[in-house]
């Protein structure tokens, strides 16, 4: 089945700067990449996704990229801010349910 | 618009209690539904996930089960829980590829 690796498992980042969170799967049938966002005992909430036939996508300060070769699809954060500190999920299916990583807490220190 | 309901928020179990934990979704037909488990700190597990009334896929084996007697309703069970039961439970759907996360059941067993 579809195995998701995830990193870091956490980042710090001075606000203002820009955080990178990377994963990679292993089902090269697999064509749909969600990125969740987990506040503190809230549900996660979709933040952005991007599908195979994307290379990148792009939402204000929030993009992803996806490399089908490599297996690999990253998310970008420009400009962080104190809001943008929670727990970010990324995951990945294809004709099976979404599978997770195990997530990565970000802190932005203001 | 879609919208998805679950409860309770919180429950304090003591080990060796039944468990009933309800999630029903409104605003969409023959939704995907999933029952994902998440550890303190941890990622999103998938327990259950059913393409239709009467149809349960399990991906854990253990003393839970979940059923779908209705087409906008999923519940998970538990004859008798063990300690190792606790965790955040969260209900989702999906049609296509996009899944919305209920609010969570925060579940001690003690």
């Known amino acids: 089945g579809e195995n998701v690796e995830q990193h870091p498992s956490t980042l710090s980042v001075q606000e203002g700067d820009s955080a990178v969170i990377k994963c990679t799967y292993s089902?090269?049938?697999?064509?749909?990449f969600p990125w969740y966002k987990q506040e503190l005992g809230k549900r996660p909430q979709l933040i952005i996704d991007i599908r195979s036939n994307v290379g990148e996508k792009k939402d204000q300060r929030i993009a992803v990229t996806l490399n089908k070769t490599a297996k690999h699809f990253s998310l970008h954060i420009t400009e962080t801010q104190p809001e943008d500190s929670a727990v970010y999920f990324c995951?990945?299916?294809?004709?099976?349910?979404?599978?997770f990583g195990k997530g990565t807490r970000l802190s932005v220190i203001a | 618009s879609q919208t998805i309901h679950q409860w309770p928020a919180t429950l304090v179990q003591p080990v060796g209690s039944p468990l009933s934990l309800e999630c029903t979704v409104e605003g969409t037909s023959n939704p995907n539904l999933y029952w994902y488990r998440q550890a303190a700190g941890r990622g999103l597990q998938l327990l259950f996930y059913?393409?239709?009334?009467?149809?349960i896929s399990s991906e854990v084996p253990q003393n839970l089960s979940a059923s779908r007697p209705q087409d906008r309703q999923f519940i998970l069970s538990s004859k008798k829980l063990l300690l190792s039961d606790s965790g955040f439970y969260l209900c989702a759907w999906s049609v296509l590829h996009a899944y919305t996360f209920g609010s969570g059941t925060r579940l001690t067993v003690v």
């Open positions: 059913s393409v239709g009334i009467g149809q």
């Open positions: 089902d090269s049938a697999s064509n749909y």
């Open positions: 995951a990945s299916s294809g004709n099976t349910p979404l599978v």
